[in-house]
């Protein structure tokens, strides 16, 4: 039996374990703390198959630099941590262009065409059907001029297969009774979901990998070896070495250095999100809403309404600035008036976002052996179970059911660098 490390047992990592376990892999598991918190545990639990607008910052004007003056808005960078922002957000100006943007949109719709299909069948697998609520998801504007200024993105996810109408004030307070009446129009997207508890899914699927025979070593990982006439081995801080036919890398924020030991260049930062999670506020909505210009989410969870949001670069060991998510609630008093904020929960993670918007999916140039996944950025839950799928294809030298060539390492090259594939994106 052909033998799997993955390093990395949050959602895409599991959804790796789980897809190679179904084609016959032995897997071994990787992870610095198999029980701890993890992005894929307090995201907003949307499973956002709508969401394939890049972000780029073509049409806002100064607004981003207000944000950034205002010390609890929707984007933060931490001074210290800004020099080493410079090539990511030198990437980032370029998605704007409209071929770039253009070709991402398509590649994030290729990718959430068939998520929900595949994250259904995971549900399934691990007895988590009842788990997954097709209610869509509203977004809301307070004003019509917001509404107009986002009509393009909107005419773009229409042309790529995404459903959705437009929906009046009336209708919102049908739909919505909890929302404040303060909105002027609304899209309802038809096709979005959301879990109960992202946290429940997956400790259900890191069950069932387990039960499947995944073997779990609990170790740091800080580096790969490969090129070698050697099986390719993950390194761990304590000195010992997993060794497998194939590596799989699906670290999230932390992948990009594991990346780096074997010679290959990923921009990623860690973009990271707060929340504050209301238990006694669930019922006040019935799906989730999306703030379009307040730039924050609410979704009626299990364990309560989880207000999210915000952009905060800091890097991974700055400590948490949870006013952050004491802003997001501050927010949420005005829109869904009369919560109650009883046993209010904060947290914050690390969501692994490259310039682009796009994961990185695909073999390392540098040895085939090592493959990666990670880079989901605020849709790490929507793409988990078809990242797993075209991963184990590539396991099993199928040919991949998705051209995999928008999401290779590649793409990162600096300028000038010769590349094995061809990304079409331009790093400078």
Not at 144 to 149: R, T
Not at 211 to 236: E, H, K, Q, W
């Amino acid at each position: 039996m052909p033998e799997l490390t993955i390093v990395g047992a949050g959602i895409v990592g599991l959804s790796c374990a789980w897809s190679a376990q179904r084609r016959g892999w032995q897997v071994t598991l990787v992870d610095r703390d198999f029980e701890g918190d993890r992005a894929s545990h307090g995201n907003a639990g949307g499973i956002a198959v709508s969401e394939c607008a890049p972000l780029n910052l073509r049409g806002l004007g100064l607004q981003p630099l207000r944000w950034l003056i205002d010390p609890l808005g929707p984007l933060a960078i931490r001074a210290s941590h800004a020099p080493r922002l410079l090539g990511w957000f030198l990437a980032l100006r370029k998605v704007a262009e409209p071929a770039n943007y253009l070709r991402i949109a398509q590649a994030l719709a290729a990718l959430n065409q068939r998520s929900l299909r595949d994250f259904e069948a995971v549900l399934a697998d691990t007895g988590s059907s009842a788990d997954l609520h097709k209610r869509g998801a509203l977004t809301v504007y307070e004003t019509q001029s917001a509404f107009a200024n986002d009509a393009a993105e909107w005419r773009l996810k229409r042309s790529l297969g995404v459903r959705w109408r437009e929906v009046d004030a009336a209708e919102m307070r049908s739909l919505e009774p909890g929302l404040a009446p303060l909105f002027a129009r609304g899209v309802m997207l038809e096709d979005w979901a959301h879990v109960d508890d992202p946290q429940r899914i997956v400790t259900a699927l890191r069950r069932r990998v387990q039960a499947l025979g995944a073997a779990f070593v609990t170790g740091d990982a800080i580096g790969l070896n490969a090129n070698t006439a050697d099986r390719p081995a993950v390194t761990l801080a304590d000195g010992r070495r997993i060794s497998g036919d194939r590596i799989v890398v699906a670290a999230g924020a932390w992948s990009a250095r594991l990346a780096k030991t074997i010679g290959d260049r990923a921009l990623l930062e860690s973009e990271r999100g707060y929340n504050t999670t209301l238990p006694a506020s669930a019922a006040r909505l019935n799906r989730e809403v999306i703030f379009a210009e307040r730039r924050f989410v609410a979704t009626p969870l299990s364990v309560g309404l989880r207000i999210g949001g915000a952009a905060e670069f800091a890097g991974l060991e700055a400590p948490a600035n949870y006013r952050r998510s004491a802003a997001l609630l501050q927010l949420a008093r005005r829109y869904l008036p009369g919560l109650d904020e009883r046993g209010a929960m904060q947290w914050m993670g690390q969501r692994p976002t490259t310039p682009d918007s796009l994961p990185v999916i695909g073999a390392s140039p540098a040895d085939a052996r090592v493959l990666y996944a990670f880079g989901h950025g605020h849709l790490g839950l929507t793409q988990s179970a078809t990242t797993g799928e075209l991963v184990a294809e590539l396991l099993c030298n199928a040919r991949p059911s998705l051209d995999l060539a928008p999401y290779a390492i590649t793409r990162f090259r600096k300028s000038g660098e010769r590349a094995r594939q061809s990304p079409k994106f331009s790093i400078p």
